[in-house]
């Protein structure tokens, strides 16, 4: 049941306005109402704002203010009480709309995966590109490796073996020298009162690692 006076001031505006914002049942400001109730009614944003003003006064619609804009909405004490049976049917909407959104959110978030996969893909121009450019590399590298095949002073299966060889020799050498001379300087240190680095510095020994190198790894 209804409470106070229910009609609004004379005019077709004020009734339809409240209308509308009864039958939407929520906030909307005066940009919103106007909107969507401007082709029906054919109001200009003063006289929604006007209406909308005038239903306030008179109770029938509530007014919020939010900064510098204000919302309205129909007094919820003057709309009728829902049924039981309304009851159960808006619970039933709002549990199907429900089921809607997450349908659509999941459909959104694949689309999103969609999306960012296709984003990391080269596109066609982008692999004609890519296609080019290898080509070049491939016929770089082809002619470099006719020049070396055409080359006269290739070397021969035997004078690589034999490179190889002394190379192992050397190095075998190379280790065992260390080795000699890393005990050798062991046992001094033993007696020596000052620290490797200072002994080293006074008798001019230089390392390997001083100048970065390496002893290969024995094959």
């Known amino acids: 049941m209804s409470k106070g006076r229910e009609g609004p001031a004379a005019g ?3 009734a339809a306005v409240l209308r509308y914002l009864r039958e939407q ?6 940009q919103d109402v106007m909107g969507n109730v401007q082709r029906e009614l054919g109001m ?3 006289a929604v704002v006007k ?4 239903l306030a006064q008179q109770g029938l619609v509530r007014e919020k203010a939010y900064g510098k804009q204000k919302v309205y909405f129909a007094d919820q004490e ?3 009480a829902a049924g039981d049976a309304e009851l159960r049917a808006l619970d039933a909407d709002i549990a199907a ?3 809607e959104l997450q349908a659509l959110l999941r459909g959104c978030r694949q689309l999103e995966a969609e999306l960012k996969e296709l984003n990391g893909t080269m596109t066609t121009a982008d692999t004609a590109r890519e296609v080019e450019e290898l080509r070049k590399d491939c016929a770089s590298y082809t002619e470099k490796l006719e020049r070396i095949k055409s080359a006269t002073n290739q070397v021969t299966p035997e004078e690589k073996e034999k490179v190889c060889s002394e190379q192992k020799l050397y190095c075998k050498e190379w280790r065992r020298r260390k080795r000699m001379a890393t005990e050798l300087l062991d046992a001094i240190l033993e007696g020596y009162p000052k620290s490797k680095k200072q002994f080293f510095e006074e ?4 390392t390997d690692e001083d100048h970065n190198v390496t002893l290969p790894a024995a094959v």
């Open 97 to 99: 709309r429900s089921a």
């Open 44 to 46: 200009g944003k003063a």
């Open 25 to 30: 049942n929520r906030p909307y400001s005066a």
């Open 51 to 54: 209406a909308l003003e005038q």
């Open 78 to 80: 003057r709309l009728p």
């Open 203 to 206: 008798v001019g020994i230089e």
């Open 12 to 14: 077709g505006g004020p």
